[in-house]
């Protein structure tokens, strides 16, 4: 089965250290969505690409987060610096535009530790 | 403003049916979809409706009602393995979700 890799899988940092990310999407699907996820706000969007070109980053607090697709085969969310309240986990999931039927396959998450 | 609504809790028994209700008010709408999230694991798609009407997958069926704002997700033959999270998200071309409802599931 085709699956979305996401690395670290765990990531324990101190606060303001820089953290990032990676997301390697599923081949051909051309959108991709960050989310990030706690117990209390659910699964937030911070980010999404339509073939590489970001569309909207409104869910991200810009001072410190950044998204890129450098390639198809490759996303990243970088914080810098991070907080302890950016401890969650983050999920990254892909798709095909158009072909939402199949749904959007998610990640397995990195689950973030700021201390 | 996009709004999404589903209640935060439900139990049910096994072998049971039990109904998630999700409602909606966003700006924009191209279809609705569900997912289950197991604890500590990734949400997996479930289903995706665009049309009114009941879509049905084995045990899982889905309803929309796009004029009302609302879908539900309906479990028959409940598991002990159904229990787990389930998402509501609407795709407004990007995909949102409500904070979903947790779903235990007794015997």
């Known amino acids: 089965d085709a699956r979305v890799t996401q690395t670290p899988r765990h990531k324990v940092t101190e606060m303001g250290q820089e953290v990032t990310m990676r997301c390697q999407p599923i081949?051909?699907?051309?959108?991709v969505f960050w989310y990030r996820q706690t117990m209390m706000q659910g699964l937030e969007l911070l980010a999404y690409?339509?073939?590489?070109?970001?569309?909207?980053d409104s869910g991200m607090p810009k001072d410190r987060f950044s998204a890129e697709m450098p390639d198809a085969t490759l996303a990243t969310l970088k914080i810098q610096p991070s907080e302890p309240r950016d401890s969650a986990v983050y999920f990254c999931?892909?798709?095909?535009?158009?072909?939402?039927?199949?749904?959007?396959?998610f990640g397995s998450g990195t689950r973030l530790t700021v201390v | 403003g996009q709004n999404i609504d589903q209640p935060t809790e439900m139990t049910a028994t096994e072998g049971a049916i039990v109904q998630i209700n999700c409602t909606y008010q966003?700006?924009?709408?191209?279809?609705l979809f569900w997912y289950q999230q197991h604890a500590g694991e990734a949400p997996t798609f479930l289903s995706y409706?665009?049309?009114?009407g009941l879509e049905e997958k084995g045990r899982f069926s889905s309803f929309l009602s796009r004029s009302k704002g609302y879908s539900y997700l309906l479990l028959k033959e409940l598991q002990m393995k159904d229990s787990a999270s389930y998402l509501c998200?609407?795709?407004?071309?990007?995909?949102?979700f409500g904070t979903g409802t947790r779903l235990q599931v007794f015997p």
């Open positions: 998200a609407v795709n407004t071309d990007k995909l949102i």
């Open positions: 999931a892909s798709g095909p535009q158009g072909f939402e039927i199949y749904g959007y396959t």
């Open positions: 690409f339509r073939n590489r070109a970001p569309l909207d």
């Open positions: 409706n665009v049309l009114d």
């Open positions: 081949l051909g699907h051309n959108t």
């Open positions: 966003t700006s924009g709408f191209n279809g």
